[in-house]
């Protein structure tokens, strides 16, 4: 069984800058099954791992997998057992999937047992840049739904200018950007203005003061993100928090995210499916559980100068698939090198 581990640079429409990190060029690493069935492992702009280290995993992985005559749902297990990274897995994860769909004729969210995601409306994020730009291009966005970074010395001017957009939903995304002090201050301004989704206001190891810091402001959800990997992050954390966001790079993929999803759910919590600066394939794992989100922040091929990827459709906030993503997003011929690692 043929699996290739292909890098692919995917250049952004403009630079991508949160409070740890920025990038202008995003370096992913694609897994392909029998020239068809593909997976994609993106890192973080802010965490890493490397493309190196994400290639070096997916090749153990694929050696490993490579073993079997064809993808079966027992693969799918073994993917989620591998001693491997989050990223890596996650590839693998989503092309097994993807092969599972193809080879069944059944859409990916049948193979897996679940619901259909129906429409999704997602966010779109917008870097951390000067402050009138940032506004200018949330104001002449076509999508209604805007995520803004935060955390670093613009924050007040950011927020003065925010106080005048109209006719758009704010979301905020600090990166753990925030001191305590500073995040239950900016919480406050940002509820007085309408925000009602804050991700990550403080670093992870001052979560438990979250409920604190929201003070009377039960209407502002605060989402944890960094340190949110695992279901047992879920069950420690949930306490403290109002949501999770969940991403698979960071899950090892679709059935950790599944299980993470359904212990928040029973927890009482909100679940927002989010992403990498990453293509179509990387985002589609994503969109097969998305019966099980309240939110999704999957704008990751919006990012992009180009997608690599078709299958799915981006019209203004909303994301919509239909039945040419049996067996997942479709690779684009010119994406593919010459030369490719097996």
Request: proline residues 4%; neutral net charge.
């Amino acid at each position: 069984m043929r699996i290739d581990v292909v890098s692919v640079d995917l250049p952004l429409k403009k630079k991508f800058a949160i409070s740890k990190g920025s990038a202008v060029i995003k370096t992913n690493i694609l897994t392909i099954l029998g020239e068809r069935y593909c997976g994609e492992a993106a890192g973080s702009v802010a965490y890493g791992p490397s493309p190196d280290v994400m290639e070096s995993d997916l090749l153990k992985g694929a050696a490993a997998l490579g073993q079997a005559r064809k993808i079966t749902p027992e693969a799918l297990a073994m993917v989620d057992s591998l001693s491997i990274g989050s990223n890596a897995r996650a590839a693998l994860m989503g092309m097994a999937v993807n092969a599972l769909s193809g080879d069944s004729g059944k859409l990916p969210w049948e193979v897996l047992g679940l619901d259909s995601p129906g429409r999704i409306r997602t966010s779109v994020t917008f870097a951390l840049l000067d402050p009138a730009t940032t506004v200018e291009r949330v104001i002449c966005s076509p999508q209604s739904i805007v995520k803004i970074k935060m955390g670093d010395s613009h924050d007040e001017a950011l927020l003065d200018l925010l106080k005048h957009v109209r006719g758009k939903e704010i979301r905020v995304d600090a990166n753990g950007g925030w001191s305590v002090a500073r995040a239950e201050e900016m919480i406050a301004q940002l509820a007085k203005i309408g925000v009602k989704i804050i991700e990550q206001p403080t670093a992870e190891e001052f979560v438990a003061e979250w409920p604190r810091l929201k003070g009377a402001h039960r209407q502002v959800e605060l989402f944890m993100d960094e340190g949110m990997n695992t279901r047992r992050d879920v069950e420690e954390f949930n306490s403290s928090v109002d949501g999770i966001n969940i991403k698979m790079a960071k899950s090892g993929g679709i059935l950790e995210a599944v299980r993470m999803a359904r212990a928040a759910k029973k927890a009482g919590k909100k679940v927002m499916l989010g992403c990498m600066v990453e293509s179509s394939i990387g985002i589609a794992p994503a969109m097969y559980m998305g019966s099980l989100a309240d939110y999704f922040d999957l704008d990751g091929p919006l990012l992009l100068n180009h997608d690599i990827a078709d299958g799915l459709t981006y019209r203004s906030d909303t994301i919509t698939v239909g039945k040419t993503i049996v067996g997942g997003p479709v690779l684009r011929q010119d994406v593919i090198p010459k030369q490719t690692n097996r």
